[in-house]
C-alpha cells in the first residue's frame, strides 16, 4: 500500500544531506514543520517551512526541552488513518496529519566519547526524538520515519517512483531501523549511567550496536556473521580503516583484535603475531623490524597465514620483512607510504590502520553469550611489577630471568587456557596453549621450540637458557619438570596449589627460581 506524502516534521542534530532533502519534499508539494536550529538552516536555504510552535501554538520552553511533546504532533503522527474515531478526534482537536518524520537525536554517544562532563551529557539525553521516532515507527501503516540520512535517497526514489508515496515495505524496514536506533540509544545512555554510579552489574542490561559489515561467512560457510561497533569507545578494530585486500573474515576479525590487543601491552616496540587466537610469536626490541624478526623467529611454521599485530607506525624495513612470507591481516597504529606502496603488490594481505593503540589497562567489559543469555564480566586488566613478586625458591631470578619472567606473565594472558609460555631475551620461544592439563601445554611448547631448532639447523632450541611463565599454578611438579628439561632456570607462576612445596622443592633441586604473582591469567 502507498501512502502519499504531504506534511513532513523534521528535527535533525546532524544536518547531513538535510538541504536536498528539504528541497526535494518542496519540490513534491510536501508542507514542512521543523524546530529550532533545522528550521533556521532549513529557511537560510531560501525553503518554506512552518516552525513547529506555529503550528502547535505553544512556544518552545525550558531550554528547548519542551518544543514537539504536544498533543498536536504526537496526534498527527499517531492518528490511524481510515479510522473513522481516529479522524473524528483528530478533526475536532485541529490536528494535522504527519506524514514524514524525520529525526535524528542529540549526539549523546559523541559528548561521552569527548568526555563530557555529567551535566552536558544529561543535557544531550534527547527526550522528544525518541516519543516522536517510536510514535511514527508504530504507526508504520501510514507514517515514513527517517532516523539516519543514508536513508533520505530511498525515500526520494520511492516518493519520485510512486507519485509523491512511499510502499509499505519501504516504511516497515524505516520503522525496525528506527526502532533500533532507539533501543541502542537508550543503551549508550543506560550504560554510561550505570558507570556514573559504579553500578557494575545492574539489574537490566542493554546492548546497542551499529552494523560496519556483514561478513562473507562466520567461522564456517555455513554460518553467517556480521561486524557491528558498539559500546566502549576503545581504538583497535572498531576504528580501523582497511586500506587494501579482499573482504575481512568473521575469524580474521577476532584474531586480529587478539593480535591488537597483545601487542598494545608493550610499551617498546613490539610485534605479536597470532594464528588462530593464540600468539604464535611476541617479542620486543629496539625497533619493528627486529621485534618482527624474533616474533617470527618462535614458530615460523604457524606464522604463515597469520596476523600480524605492530604498536608503532609501519615502516618500510619491517613491511618488506613481514611480506617475505604470506599474511593475512597487518594491523598497526599507521603506516608510511612507502610500507603501503611494499604491500600494495601483495593483493591478498590485508593493511589495517586503527589510529592509535589500546589501552591495556583501561577499563571495561567483556560479553560472551551462552545459551539464553549472556556472560560478563571485566576486562583482565591484571598487571605484576616486580615488587609485587614472591620468591619462593633458594635461588631468586637475575635481572635477565626477572625481565623476561615479567614479559612472559604478559604474554601468557593472551595464551589461551592451559597456558605455558618459554621467553629468552624479551621474545617468546615456545608457546602451548589450550590443553587439558598443564603438562601436556610445557611438552607442546618445548616440542614446538625442538622443530624450531631443527628447522635452522641450530644445536638447542631457544627454550635452553629460557624462563617460563605459566598462567595458573602447576598442580603438580610434572608441567615444571618439563619445562626445566626443555631448559629452562626461572618460572613464574600464580601459585595456590595443594601441591604448591612439591613445585618449589622440584625447583630448588634444579637450580631454578621462581616466583609467584598471586594472580591468574585464565583465557577461555
Not at 532549513?42 to 526541552?65: C, K, Q, S
Not at 529525526?103 to 561521552?112: A, D, R
Not at 591484571?382 to 619472567?405: C, N, S, Y
Not at 617468546?428 to 622443530?451: L, Y
Amino acid at each position: 500500500m502507498s501512502t502519499p506524502i504531504r506534511r513532513a516534521l523534521i528535527s535533525v542534530s546532524d544536518k547531513t544531506g538535510l538541504i536536498d532533502f528539504a528541497r526535494f519534499l518542496l519540490q513534491h508539494g510536501v508542507h514542512i514543520l521543523s524546530t529550532g536550529g533545522t528550521a533556521k538552516a532549513i529557511r537560510e536555504a531560501g525553503i518554506e517551512v512552518t516552525e513547529v510552535a506555529d503550528h502547535t501554538g505553544f512556544p518552545e520552553m525550558l531550554d528547548g526541552r519542551v518544543k514537539t511533546l504536544h498533543p498536536v504532533i504526537h496526534g498527527g503522527l499517531l492518528g490511524i488513518r481510515g479510522n473513522a474515531q481516529h479522524e473524528q478526534a483528530m478533526s475536532a482537536h485541529n490536528i494535522a496529519p504527519i506524514d514524514l518524520l524525520i529525526v535524528n537525536l542529540y549526539p549523546f554517544e559523541e559528548m561521552v566519547a569527548k568526555g563530557a562532563d555529567f551535566e552536558t551529557c544529561i543535557e544531550n539525553i534527547d527526550i522528544g526524538g525518541p516519543a516522536l521516532i517510536r510514535g511514527a515507527a508504530k504507526n508504520h501503516d501510514s507514517v515514513t520515519v527517517v532516523v539516519d540520512s543514508v536513508d533520505y535517497p530511498a525515500v526520494m526514489a520511492e516518493m519520485t517512483a510512486n507519485g509523491g508515496a512511499t510502499t509499505q515495505a519501504l516504511r516497515r524496514r524505516l520503522a525496525a531501523t528506527a526502532y533500533a536506533r532507539t533501543g541502542a540509544y537508550d543503551a549508550a545512555i543506560s550504560g554510561w549511567f550505570a558507570g556514573q554510579i559504579g553500578d557494575t552489574f545492574p539489574r537490566r542490561i542493554a546492548l546497542g550496536g551499529e552494523l560496519r559489515q556483514t561478513l562473507r561467512y562466520g567461522e564456517n560457510p555455513h554460518q553467517q556473521a556480521a561486524f557491528y561497533v558498539g559500546g566502549q569507545k576503545r581504538p583497535g578494530l572498531a576504528t580501523a580503516v582497511q586500506l587494501q585486500g579482499k573482504e575481512l573474515s568473521y575469524n580474521n576479525l577476532g584474531d586480529t583484535d587478539a593480535a591488537i590487543e597483545l601487542a598494545a601491552e608493550f610499551e617498546g616496540p613490539a610485534v605479536a603475531i597470532i594464528k588462530h587466537a593464540n600468539p604464535c610469536g611476541v617479542a620486543v626490541a629496539g625497533n619493528l623490524t627486529d621485534a618482527y624478526q624474533r616474533a617470527l623467529a618462535c614458530d615460523p611454521v604457524s606464522a604463515f597465514g597469520g596476523i600480524v599485530a605492530v604498536n608503532r607506525p609501519l615502516d618500510a624495513v619491517t613491511a618488506t620483512e613481514i611480506a617475505k612470507i604470506f599474511t593475512e591481516v597487518v594491523v598497526a597504529p599507521d603506516a608510511s607510504a612507502e610500507a603501503r606502496a611494499i604491500f600494495a603488490a601483495k593483493k591478498n594481505l590485508r593493511l589495517l590502520i586503527t589510529g592509535g593503540m589500546p589501552d591495556a589497562s583501561q577499563p571495561g567489559m567483556t560479553l560472551r553469550s551462552v545459551g539464553g543469555g549472556y556472560l560478563l564480566q571485566t576486562r583482565d586488566t591484571g598487571r605484576i611489577t616486580a615488587a609485587d613478586l614472591k620468591v619462593v625458591t633458594r635461588r631468586a631470578p637475575t635481572d635477565q630471568e626477572l625481565h623476561d619472567l615479567l614479559f612472559g606473565w604478559v604474554v601468557c594472558k593472551h595464551v589461551k587456557s592451559n597456558a605455558i609460555v618459554f621467553v629468552k631475551n624479551g621474545a617468546a620461544v615456545g608457546v602451548g596453549a589450550g590443553q587439558m592439563s598443564r603438562v601436556d601445554s610445557a611438552r607442546i611448547a618445548s616440542w614446538k621450540a625442538d622443530e624450531v631448532a631443527k628447522g635452522r639447523g641450530a644445536a638447542q632450541a631457544d627454550t635452553v637458557g629460557s624462563v617460563v611463565a605459566s598462567d595458573a599454578f602447576f598442580p603438580f611438579a610434572d608441567g615444571l619438570l618439563t619445562a626445566a628439561a626443555a631448559g629452562a632456570t626461572a618460572a613464574i607462576q600464580p601459585g595456590g596449589s595443594m601441591r604448591d612445596e612439591e613445585v618449589i622443592r622440584a625447583a630448588d633441586e634444579r637450580g631454578m627460581a621462581m616466583v609467584f604473582t598471586g594472580m591468574r591469567h585464565f583465557r577461555h
